[in-house]
């Protein structure tokens, strides 16, 4: 998982968040 959450607070497992 990413060490940073998106915007609705959820991450996919295959999704790379930005910094």
């Not at 990413?2 to 999704?15: D, E, F, H, M, V």
Request: a positive charge; proline letters at 11%; charged letters at 5%.
């Amino acid at each position: 998982r990413s060490l940073s959450t998106g915007a609705t607070g959820y991450i996919p497992s295959n999704y790379v968040a930005p910094v």
